[in-house]
């Protein structure tokens, strides 16, 4: 092997991440506090499978949104001729198999979810092709207070992770025919300043006007600021709904600024639509939108079923913690176990699984290619994985029924090492860590 050419590497896909170790403390930190906070909600967990019908989503998402017109991964499966499509998002989905499994059979449900999404956009900051997505979705609700509930739940979320620099900027986007009657004025202001619309407005001026207040060209923002209101055209019910919304946030000190040019990139938003936005990520600053989707149940052949939901970009919101300043560097392990010898070797695996058998992290130093095997770079690993203690085992050691144990952590080095009976050893950590631990860093728990 090694006399021939050296193999070429394969890298990852463009726009597509690997989530390293080092990052990998922050996702579990995110994914426990999501978990924990939906849950003291009563929302349940549904997993969808990442590929789906692409009629799915051309029917759900609509034809003429950015997903369907322009960022779906869809393939045909060669084996038997199938249109499939890797999810871009999860609502589709959820919605497919809540009708499948007739999930609102008992009543209304109360979901959310979690995973890879796929969108073939131009890969920058905040904006890739693989990229994850939490969201909820409470299906057969009618009411503002779901849709004020979820948005809480939110709020709860940025607390929990210590998130200070989100905003709530909140719309109501009405029902169909009241979008129908501003879309009639929307077009014909346009068209009188049809001079000022950027290529990407004049193809939508048609097929989705709504979406053109909704532009990032700062050459066209004074224009869409004076354009027809969508608020100005809401009925007394939609009307009342977004009243209802905000009577339940502003009782509950939730603030929140109406932006009446929020508008949701899918077709299936009704009334209240919202997105939790910040400033500390560039132009990628949309860490979650959400809204209510009342027809998207119907469009999918169930019968007429009111949702709403949100969804967060995992992505944007880690990079929003990382930015906010606080480190996750948490350590390896509580105890890193150092041996030589065929004999110590023997006594190291026992040590190491009765302190797990305690609840201790532990790792044990195991035969590697790149040398190590010397005590001397032994004690380096066991340094470098964090761990509080080092246990260390030579043949000396094995000879007497001894182990020696070294704190890692200790101020002072002229005494960090004692020598114990191998029979007390477990004890004798696990007490030391328990007292460490309520000594020196209440804030920092064991199991
Ligand atoms: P944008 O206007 O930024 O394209 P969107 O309206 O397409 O967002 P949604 O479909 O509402 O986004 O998805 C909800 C959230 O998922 C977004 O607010 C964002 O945080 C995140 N998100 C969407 N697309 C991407 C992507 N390509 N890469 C990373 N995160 C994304
Ligand atoms: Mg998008």
Redesign the pocket.
Known sequence: MSENKKAEKILGVKGMNDILPADAPLWELFENTVQSVLKSYGYQQIRTPIVEPTPLFARGLGAVT??VEKEMYSFVDSMNGDQLTLR??STAGVVRSVLEHNLTYEGPKRLWYAGP?F?H?KPQR????Q???V?AEAIGFTGPDIDAELIMLCQRLWDDLGLENIRLELNSIGNAEERNRHRTDLIAYFEQHKDLLDADAQRRLHSNPLRIL?TKNPAMQDMVNKAPQLLDYLGEESRAHFEGVQRILRNNSIPFTINPRLV???DYYNRTVF?WVTDQLGS?G?????GRYDPLIEMFGGKPTPACGF???????LELIKASGEQFTPNQCDVYVVHQGEAAQMQAFVVAERLRDAGLDVVLNCASSNGGASFKSQMKRADASGASFAVIIGDDEVAKGIVAVKNLRSDDIENNQTTIPFESVINHIVEQIICGDECDDPTHHHH
């Open positions: 950015d997903i871009p998002e999404m969108r956009e905040g904006r890739y092709r990229f994850h997505q969201g909704d949701r990139g899918m997105e990628q949309t860490v979650c939108g959400g969804a967060i970009g995992v992505e944007r919101l």
